[in-house]
């Protein structure tokens, strides 16, 4: 961590609840981090620790309910929804672990699909796509649904529609955690390149393993950041 | 944005051809009978109309309810012709009755009338003449047929100098008219013969004329109002004792009539094309349910709620269009057959109840797509995302 790269996500005694049958869960329970631009950060934690909710917030598909997230030095509850929705697609690219692609759309379809939301034209989304793919080595993959892919490729369209926007923060949800360990792999060399080529990537996952493979280490329990390593 | 957002729609729609097909079937049918009830409406008005003003707007029709003691003579029509604004006066006097020529027989419309009758009703003669003055003079017993009597008695319409009876009684055949092919004469139906005024009075045994037909010299109003004061004189100034009508008046009548028809059928479609479009919500709506994860990857690839809503509403209103245009492709279809069938009258659809049903459909897709995609673009993308169908 170099004193130059400045903080791009910070968050304060971040706290989520969530009424369950009218008992309280606190998913997240005062959590605070900082992560800089350029790093590679793992999040880890046991089941039911908040990650998923810590990474929906750093994504803004959520808002927390206490708490203070900036966001790029701006303050998350500035925005309105149509902006928050703006910023997932310029700055956001999720991964997430079911892969959620749309299987009604070819793997093209689906990594063109947020620079539709850019209102890019034609071209450039085309190139955007093709570069994409070309980064996953799915190019030849690029006319075949969902269904028609293993889940490893499946997971790499999902990066690269992750990727097709050239996002600031890549967030990924155990993107190895569907996957063998050869698949996984390879999956993790790819995010490892990425953070070579200067991406912020947030890695979210249960194995101490994956998690050593990230400069920094971010350690969940009970929705409380308990260790910063 | 808006080319995609099509793309998006048709692509949500021909994957689920068949629910497609069925949610549009409301506006096909909405459509089909909106445009084919008022096309059939206007198509029959126009026909009628032409009609009436083929047979001419000056004749003045009268039929009298009460004669008050003073009953209307053959003689009296010469008084009523004698205004300067009237050019003929013809009585006509119907009755029923058996028209036999060898063991062919028929029922016909008995048709007593004077010479006059001729021009004011606008005839046309194929064969041999009609009735002249001093036929109803010397009350002969002679006849002229209309066409389709003829072709009814004899198979033939060549017939002058033959005779028939009627009601038992000998007459000779003195013309044939021209086939009448119009409309009205279709609708009417059965077979007209016409005789001398006084052989069918004497037949009926009612002396007195009950009805006649007035052509104007010059203007139709004039020469109603000069009919009209001649008899309120004659009949003690009771404008109930008779009734008189003009063509024109007739086809104003004709034309409310129909124009509040195609009113009251255009809303009746209206209402199928209103259930329509309840079932287009009512897909939308499980549409809307089915896609919730689809809808919460989109926001989390950066959607905003205006794309989601956007992506909805078209989809929506494209199929309520493309219901629309099945809709008037079968119209068409219905119509050219109808056409076929009818032969006379052309029904065509206008250019007017197409926009309509473009426009009506085009609502009824926005306004029963709004609701299921507003439910669409407020989901919360978490909820949505965590959705398993
Ligand atoms: N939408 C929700 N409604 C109610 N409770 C929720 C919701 N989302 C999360 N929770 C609760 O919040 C807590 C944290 O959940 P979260 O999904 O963040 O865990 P996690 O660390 O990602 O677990 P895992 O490793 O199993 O994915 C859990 O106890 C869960 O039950
Ligand atoms: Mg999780």
């Given at each position: 961590?170099?004193?130059?790269?400045?903080?791009?996500?910070?968050?304060?005694?971040?706290?989520?609840?969530?009424?369950?049958?009218?008992?309280?869960?606190?998913?997240?329970?005062?959590?605070?981090?900082?992560?800089?631009?350029?790093?590679?950060?793992?999040?880890?934690?046991?089941?039911?620790?908040?990650?998923?909710?810590?990474?929906?917030?750093?994504?803004?598909?959520?808002?927390?309910?206490?708490?203070?997230?900036?966001?790029?030095?701006?303050?998350?509850?500035?925005?309105?929804?149509?902006?928050?929705?703006?910023?997932?697609?310029?700055?956001?690219?999720?991964?997430?672990?079911?892969?959620?692609?749309?299987?009604?759309?070819?793997?093209?379809?689906?990594?063109?699909?947020?620079?539709?939301?850019?209102?890019?034209?034609?071209?450039?989304?085309?190139?955007?796509?093709?570069?994409?793919?070309?980064?996953?080595?799915?190019?030849?993959?690029?006319?075949?649904?969902?269904?028609?892919?293993?889940?490893?490729?499946?997971?790499?369209?999902?990066?690269?529609?992750?990727?097709?926007?050239?996002?600031?923060?890549?967030?990924?949800?155990?993107?190895?955690?569907?996957?063998?360990?050869?698949?996984?792999?390879?999956?993790?060399?790819?995010?490892?390149?990425?953070?070579?080529?200067?991406?912020?990537?947030?890695?979210?996952?249960?194995?101490?393993?994956?998690?050593?493979?990230?400069?920094?280490?971010?350690?969940?329990?009970?929705?409380?950041?308990?260790?910063?390593? | 944005?808006?080319?995609?957002?099509?793309?998006?729609?048709?692509?949500?729609?021909?994957?689920?051809?068949?629910?497609?097909?069925?949610?549009?079937?409301?506006?096909?049918?909405?459509?089909?009978?909106?445009?084919?009830?008022?096309?059939?409406?206007?198509?029959?008005?126009?026909?009628?109309?032409?009609?009436?003003?083929?047979?001419?707007?000056?004749?003045?029709?009268?039929?009298?309810?009460?004669?008050?003691?003073?009953?209307?003579?053959?003689?009296?029509?010469?008084?009523?012709?004698?205004?300067?604004?009237?050019?003929?006066?013809?009585?006509?006097?119907?009755?029923?009755?058996?028209?036999?020529?060898?063991?062919?027989?028929?029922?016909?419309?008995?048709?007593?009338?004077?010479?006059?009758?001729?021009?004011?009703?606008?005839?046309?003669?194929?064969?041999?003449?009609?009735?002249?003055?001093?036929?109803?003079?010397?009350?002969?017993?002679?006849?002229?047929?209309?066409?389709?009597?003829?072709?009814?008695?004899?198979?033939?319409?060549?017939?002058?100098?033959?005779?028939?009876?009627?009601?038992?009684?000998?007459?000779?055949?003195?013309?044939?008219?021209?086939?009448?092919?119009?409309?009205?004469?279709?609708?009417?139906?059965?077979?007209?013969?016409?005789?001398?005024?006084?052989?069918?009075?004497?037949?009926?045994?009612?002396?007195?004329?009950?009805?006649?037909?007035?052509?104007?010299?010059?203007?139709?109003?004039?020469?109603?109002?000069?009919?009209?004061?001649?008899?309120?004189?004659?009949?003690?100034?009771?404008?109930?004792?008779?009734?008189?009508?003009?063509?024109?008046?007739?086809?104003?009548?004709?034309?409310?009539?129909?124009?509040?028809?195609?009113?009251?059928?255009?809303?009746?479609?209206?209402?199928?094309?209103?259930?329509?479009?309840?079932?287009?919500?009512?897909?939308?709506?499980?549409?809307?349910?089915?896609?919730?994860?689809?809808?919460?990857?989109?926001?989390?690839?950066?959607?905003?709620?205006?794309?989601?809503?956007?992506?909805?509403?078209?989809?929506?209103?494209?199929?309520?269009?493309?219901?629309?245009?099945?809709?008037?492709?079968?119209?068409?279809?219905?119509?050219?057959?109808?056409?076929?069938?009818?032969?006379?009258?052309?029904?065509?659809?206008?250019?007017?109840?197409?926009?309509?049903?473009?426009?009506?459909?085009?609502?009824?897709?926005?306004?029963?797509?709004?609701?299921?995609?507003?439910?669409?673009?407020?989901?919360?993308?978490?909820?949505?995302?965590r959705y398993e169908g």
């Amino acid at each position: 961590m170099t004193a130059a790269s400045k903080p791009i996500i910070t968050m304060q005694n971040i706290t989520k609840i969530y009424n369950i049958g009218g008992e309280e869960v606190r998913a997240l329970d005062g959590a605070s981090l900082t992560i800089h631009e350029g790093e590679f950060v793992s999040i880890i934690g046991p089941s039911g620790s908040g990650k998923s909710t810590m990474m929906n917030i750093i994504g803004c598909l959520d808002v927390a309910d206490e708490g203070e997230y900036m966001l790029d030095g701006q303050s998350i509850e500035q925005y309105s929804e149509e902006e928050l929705a703006r910023i997932r697609n310029k700055k956001i690219g999720f991964i997430f672990q079911s892969f959620n692609l749309l299987s009604r759309m070819t793997a093209m379809e689906n990594v063109e699909l947020p620079l539709i939301y850019q209102r890019l034209p034609v071209e450039a989304r085309k190139k955007k796509t093709n570069a994409a793919l070309e980064r996953v080595g799915l190019t030849d993959r690029g006319h075949h649904k969902p269904t028609e892919l293993s889940g490893g490729q499946q997971q790499r369209v999902a990066i690269a529609r992750a990727l097709a926007t050239e996002p600031a923060i890549l967030l990924a949800d155990e993107p190895t955690g569907n996957l063998d360990t050869k698949t996984g792999n390879d999956i993790m060399s790819l995010f490892h390149e990425l953070h070579a080529a200067g991406n912020t990537i947030v890695l979210i996952t249960h194995s101490e393993e994956v998690a050593n493979q990230a400069q920094c280490r971010i350690r969940i329990i009970d929705g409380r950041v308990t260790e910063v390593e | 944005m808006f080319a995609q957002s099509l793309k998006m729609a048709w692509s949500a729609i021909t994957s689920n051809k068949m629910r497609s097909f069925l949610t549009m079937l409301g506006i096909i049918i909405g459509v089909m009978s909106l445009v084919v009830l008022v096309s059939l409406v206007n198509g029959a008005t126009g026909a009628v109309t032409s009609e009436i003003g083929s047979l001419g707007n000056d004749m003045i029709s009268v039929t009298i309810r009460d004669d008050k003691g003073s009953p209307l003579r053959l003689e009296n029509l010469a008084e009523i012709a004698s205004d300067g604004a009237i050019a003929q006066v013809a009585p006509s006097g119907t009755m029923a009755a058996t028209a036999k020529n060898g063991y062919s027989d028929a029922s016909v419309s008995v048709n007593g009338t004077t010479a006059s009758y001729y021009e004011i009703q606008g005839l046309e003669l194929s064969y041999g003449r009609f009735i002249k003055t001093t036929d109803v003079d010397n009350s002969s017993y002679v006849v002229v047929l209309s066409y389709n009597a003829a072709d009814e008695l004899f198979g033939m319409d060549d017939i002058v100098g033959e005779s028939i009876s009627i009601n038992g009684r000998n007459f000779q055949v003195i013309g044939v008219l021209a086939e009448d092919t119009s409309m009205m004469s279709g609708m009417m139906g059965g077979l007209s013969v016409y005789v001398p005024f006084t052989v069918q009075s004497r037949m009926a045994g009612q002396p007195y004329i009950t009805s006649l037909s007035v052509a104007a010299a010059n203007d139709t109003d004039t020469a109603q109002t000069a009919v009209e004061n001649y008899l309120l004189k004659r009949f003690q100034q009771d404008e109930d004792a008779f009734t008189i009508s003009n063509m024109s008046s007739i086809s104003d009548a004709m034309g409310t009539i129909t124009s509040t028809l195609s009113l009251l059928l255009g809303g009746i479609a209206a209402i199928s094309l209103l259930v329509g479009g309840i079932g287009i919500m009512n897909i939308m709506l499980v549409s809307v349910t089915e896609r919730t994860k689809e809808i919460g990857i989109r926001k989390a690839i950066g959607a905003g709620r205006k794309s989601i809503m956007m992506q909805f509403l078209i989809e929506a209103l494209m199929v309520s269009l493309l219901g629309c245009i099945f809709g008037l492709l079968l119209s068409w279809g219905i119509l050219s057959l109808v056409t076929m069938i009818a032969g006379s009258i052309s029904f065509s659809m206008s250019l007017g109840v197409v926009g309509v049903a473009v426009g009506f459909s085009s609502c009824i897709g926005l306004i029963f797509g709004l609701y299921p995609a507003n439910k669409a673009a407020r989901k919360h993308p978490i909820e949505a995302l965590r959705y398993e169908g």
